[in-house]
């Protein structure tokens, strides 16, 4: 199964990007019908809309219609609206006397600086025409949707950071197959499988980085945190074959968080908003959660080193190519 082949998961994903504006959104759509849909929120920065129906306790039970992961911070929240449009004008929402209300839980990264104008931020527009375009085999990655102003390694202020984006991974087999996509705009460092620093706060000569955990734990250098503080998040979701209940997808959501923590260093800190959606088919094959869970966790992984190693350097930020030895 090829990394970038969604047909066996029932999603279609739909990026808009802004390129002058340095910002994004990408859109997690079903293909023609809802998704069951669990959230984990891991970060303490978070920037968040209609979490709520991403739970058993909720009226809906997790039955989603899309999932947003978008720029612009909290103004980003704004541009589910064209989502929403997207689902009515089809039909497609949680019925009600008269009609549908589609939902469409949506999470933020912090991306007004320092890529793109502070003014720039996505849109309806862009959310109904990501919808329109969403693909199922062969969608980008790198810096694209919500990674186009992605950035990573900030604990050194923003003049030492390299670029983040989008990146996609496929692990497991059958049914226990996982798809996993990450934004990744971390405070923290991108570290490799044999957890080698590949992208993150970096020194003065090529290849050379700074550790950013050892920069938190060694402030006698002078380097602080306030001008990072709100400006960073890694936003993810994995999607399975398996169909499962809102309880279970929530509890996946959870499990699948291991990979910030292996490969993002430091994660889930009191300045990034991370959180994970894990997204299930409402009907179909079953599969032990024993099974799906690591697989999760193995796609996630490389999906987050795949927004790293795929992102183009911008405006004096480098990307991973830039910044080899």
Request: overall charge negative; charged content about 20%; hydrophobic content about 45%.
């Amino acid at each position: 199964m090829s990394d970038r082949d969604l047909m066996p998961f029932g999603v279609a994903i739909g990026h808009a990007t802004d390129e002058q504006g340095g910002t994004g959104l990408t859109v997690i759509r079903g293909v023609d019908g809802p998704l069951r849909c669990g959230v984990a929120v891991f970060g303490h920065a978070t920037g968040s809309r209609e979490f709520l129906t991403a739970s058993p306790d909720h009226l809906v039970d997790g039955r989603v219609d899309a999932v947003l992961l978008t720029g612009g911070s909290a103004f980003g929240l704004d541009a589910a609206a064209g989502v929403m449009r997207w689902m009515e004008e089809r039909g497609r929402g949680f019925p009600v006397g008269g009609g549908v209300v589609p939902i469409v839980p949506a999470a933020v990264i912090f991306d007004l600086a320092p890529l793109g104008r502070f003014d720039a931020r996505p849109s309806a527009g862009m959310a109904y025409a990501a919808c329109a375009s969403a693909a199922r085999r062969d969608v980008a990655e790198g810096s694209v949707g919500a990674g186009t102003g992605a950035t990573v390694g900030k604990a050194a202020g923003p003049a030492h950071a390299m670029k983040g984006g989008f990146g996609l991974a496929v692990h497991g087999k059958g049914d226990a197959a996982v798809l996993a996509c990450a934004v990744v705009n971390a405070l923290g460092d991108v570290r490799d499988g044999s957890e080698r620093i590949i992208a993150g706060a970096r020194g003065e000569r090529a290849g050379q980085f700074l550790d950013s955990v050892q920069l938190f734990d060694n402030r006698k250098n002078g380097h602080g945190i306030a001008d990072t503080a709100s400006k960073n998040t890694t936003l993810a979701a994995v999607v399975t074959r398996a169909a499962l209940n809102s309880a279970q997808c929530g509890r996946l959501a959870s499990a699948a968080g291991a990979a910030l923590f292996r490969r993002i260093t430091p994660a889930a800190t009191a300045f990034d908003g991370d959180v994970v959606f894990a997204i299930s088919p409402i009907e179909g094959p079953t599969a032990d959660p024993a099974a799906i869970e690591p697989a999760a966790i193995a796609a996630l992984e490389d999906a987050i080193e795949r927004a790293v190693r795929l992102a183009r350097g911008r405006d004096g930020i480098p990307g991973l190519a830039d910044h080899a030895p």
